[in-house]
């Protein structure tokens, strides 16, 4: 089974260890070379993180996005670093074409699309040719937190999109890039989804339906998302599904319910491998993926139908909007 994995914080993982990272050794972690290959992955996302960790008087850890754009720029040049020690692995999508051509059966290729995960370093909108230049073809409009352009999923205040928002919008979509719908709140996601045409992606979230978190979405959006021909990736992280008791099945049953409720064309993956310290059991790491495609199989959905949640929709979304 071909797998697009929405999310993954692979340039994190490899900056905030001391030691020297192979990606080659089959280790005990949630992805590497060997666990690509195993599991099928096609393409990832790879997150651009725009923030520094930082420590609190009580010693607690905070993001902070004052230096966004060094940061940012530090998380690309990773993932350049990334694909040219592993030339003829990873290969950076740049366009439609590089899209479509890692996913062709004999190629051996992963390619890896950079997304900006929130627009914190976009100075002025025009900052946008800069990232496109550089690669990045999708684009979070907030992490956490809201930034000049809109609010956030943990925004004090829910503003939705700023006059400015709807503008960075309308040069997005016009050079081509993939605009994501994870992390922001819920006026934001309604601001984008009834007012712009091309589909989106809420690239790695859970349902508010099984656990109310600020980082779900509703019913209401998953029916937007269906009408803008977006799609929704189901993440992995347990403490916004069903805490530590979290498995495979509770994955499962998001994924069921969106498929029963809003059809198949809406599900794609987001694992959000590397950003989470809690996965559910039986996805510990991408090489477990088939858990997964087994038991949705198990639950009635045909061959045609995982292939669309596994792939085919998140790829049919980027088809429609890059060039």
Not at 194 to 204: A, D, E, I, L
Request: charged share 25%; proline share 2%; hydrophobic share 40%.
């Amino acid at each position: 089974m071909k797998i697009f994995d929405l999310h993954q914080d692979l340039s994190t993982y490899i900056l905030s260890e001391i030691k020297q990272i192979d990606l080659d050794k089959d280790l005990e972690r949630h992805c590497d070379i060997p666990k690509y290959r195993k599991a099928g992955v096609k393409a990832l996302v790879g997150a651009v993180f725009p923030a520094r960790i930082l420590v609190g008087k009580d010693l607690s850890k905070y993001y902070s996005f004052k230096n966004s754009f060094e940061e940012s720029f530090n998380h690309i040049l990773t993932y350049y670093k990334i694909i040219r020690k592993h030339r003829g692995v990873f290969k950076l999508i740049l366009s439609k074409r590089d899209l479509n051509r890692v996913f062709m059966d004999k190629i051996r290729i992963i390619g890896i699309i950079l997304g900006l995960e929130g627009c914190y370093s976009i100075r002025e909108i025009d900052d946008l040719d800069i990232y496109y230049n550089l690669g990045v073809r999708l684009i979070g409009l907030t992490w956490n937190y809201d930034n000049q352009y809109a609010s956030g999923c943990m925004s004090k205040r829910d503003y939705g999109l700023t006059d400015l928002g709807f503008q960075l919008l309308d040069k997005a979509f016009e050079l081509g890039l993939v605009v994501d719908l994870a992390h922001a709140s819920y006026k934001t996601m309604i601001d984008v989804l009834t007012t712009f045409n091309k589909p989106v992606t809420v690239s790695h979230t859970g349902l508010k339906k099984f656990k109310d978190s600020p980082r779900n979405i509703s019913d209401e959006i998953i029916d937007l998302v269906k009408r803008n021909n977006g799609v929704v990736g189901v993440f992995f992280v347990s403490n916004y599904i069903a805490g530590e008791n979290t498995t495979v099945d509770h994955v499962v049953e998001q994924i069921m319910y969106i498929v029963d409720n809003f059809g198949v064309d809406v599900v794609a993956l987001g694992s959000d491998y590397f950003g989470t310290d809690k996965l559910p059991r039986g996805l510990e790491n991408i090489g477990l993926i088939n858990n997964l495609v087994n038991r949705l199989i198990e639950r009635g959905l045909d061959k045609e139908s995982v292939e669309k949640i596994m792939y085919r929709n998140a790829l049919r979304v980027f088809n429609e909007n890059m060039k």
